[in-house]
Structures are given as structure tokens and as C-alpha cells.
């Protein structure tokens, strides 16, 4: 479940949501782990949110969701509490996502690699812990959850499978599960609710 108070598409989503409360509910609801956004200028997001939410009680794993493009931010996020980054194939040169990977490795953070169409599966090769597929065009905006469902197939069948972005229906999760997906990550289907944590709770309910 993840913590987005803005996005680059939509604008602000929910600008007074507050880092040391909606973490710790999604916890409480049946979250089995966290994104929190750290970038400020499109997501309104800060480091200091990742410390907010783990002295408010949150001790689920929680992703620093941010464009790491340099070994600096590695630091930070361990420094912050996070226990898992995000690299993604777009931003970063073969090499560069390797030794990014090591790295997180070395500071005992896991990868979420994050893919977007094929010609980012020579990324796979790294074997990161968990395999994103981003159902949003980065380019476009558009997202369409068919892309999950095409890139499944091409990812190694014994991986960690994650789908990202535009899921807001319980059967569109059972669907990706059969396809081979064990990772989920929503944010703006519960961020938009008044109670994101209680929208949590009934869409596992519904699952």
C-alpha cells in the first residue's frame, strides 16, 4: 500500500495526508508492506516521511519510492529506515542498475526493478528481488493493466512478480495472481479515499 500524496498525472491527491498516521493505519488494515514516496518536486514526497512512519510503529517493510540515479540516495534511504529501493530500468544504464543493486544489497535493502515494456527485459538478467512491471507509459501517463498481463510471460517464472499502478479492483488482483503475480502495489485507489487504511481493509476483504 503506498503513501502518495501527489502525482505528476493527477496533481495533488491527498495533500494533508499525514506520514505518521496513513502508514500505520495501512499496517493495521492488513498491509503487508509499504511505498512511500521521498520525491519532492512530482510527488510531494520527503525522506522524513519513511521516519515518520516508522516512530509512529510501522515495522512492515517499507519501499523508498523515489528516481535513484546515484549511489547518495542508497545511503539515504537505509538512513531513513527504508528496507527496499526502487531502480528503474528507464533511468538508469546496465551497469549503473547493477552496481545500484549491489549496493542496496551491500547496505541490506532489497531491489524492486521496474520494468515498462520489453525492451527494458534485458534488466532481468540482474535478478533483482522482485520484478516491477509499471502498467503506467512513463512517457504517455496512460495506464493500462494490460501491460502486466503481456510482460508476465517474459520474467522468470520463479520470480518475485510485482504489478504497479491503475489496479483498483479486487478481481483485476485475483486475474493477476493466476497470470503469476505475488505483489500488488496500490496507492492512489486508497490515497483518494477519506480513510485509506479503512479502503485497504475492504478491498482485502473483497479479495
Known amino acids: ?88 530500468a528507464a533511468d538508469l544504464g546496465m551497469e549503473e542498475c547493477k552496481t545500484l543493486l549491489q549496493l542496496a544489497h551491500d547496505l541490506s535493502m532489497e531491489v524492486l526493478l521496474e520494468m515498462h515494456g520489453e525492451r527494458d527485459f534485458d534488466y532481468a538478467a540482474l535478478e533483482p528481488d522482485m520484478y516491477g512491471i509499471n502498467n503506467r507509459n512513463l512517457g504517455t501517463f496512460v495506464t493500462d493493466v494490460e501491460n502486466s498481463f503481456r510482460m508476465a510471460e517474459l520474467l522468470p517464472k520463479e520470480g518475485c512478480k510485482v504489478s504497479e499502478s491503475g489496479i483498483g479492483n479486487p478481481a483485476t488482483v485475483r486475474q493477476l495472481r493466476a497470470a503469476g503475480f505475488s505483489g500488488f502495489l496500490m496507492g492512489e485507489h486508497f490515497m483518494k479515499a477519506e480513510e485509506p487504511g479503512v479502503e485497504l481493509s475492504q478491498f482485502i476483504a473483497a479479495l
Do not use: M
Open 1 to 88: 500500500a503506498e503513501f502518495k500524496r501527489k502525482s505528476p498525472s493527477k496533481g495533488w491527491i491527498k495533500q494533508e495526508g499525514r506520514a505518521d498516521v496513513i502508514p500505520l493505519s495501512y499496517q493495521r488494515h492488513g498491509a503487508s508492506a509499504l511505498s512511500i514516496l521521498t520525491d519532492i518536486d512530482y510527488f510531494g514526497g520527503y525522506d522524513e516521511y519513511i521516519q515518520q512512519a516508522r516512530q509512529s510503529g510501522v515495522t512492515i517493510p517499507i519501499l523508498y519510492k523515489n528516481f535513484i540515479i546515484d549511489e547518495y540516495q542508497l545511503f539515504q534511504a537505509r538512513f531513513c529506515g527504508a528496507s527496499a529501493v526502487l531502480l528503474i
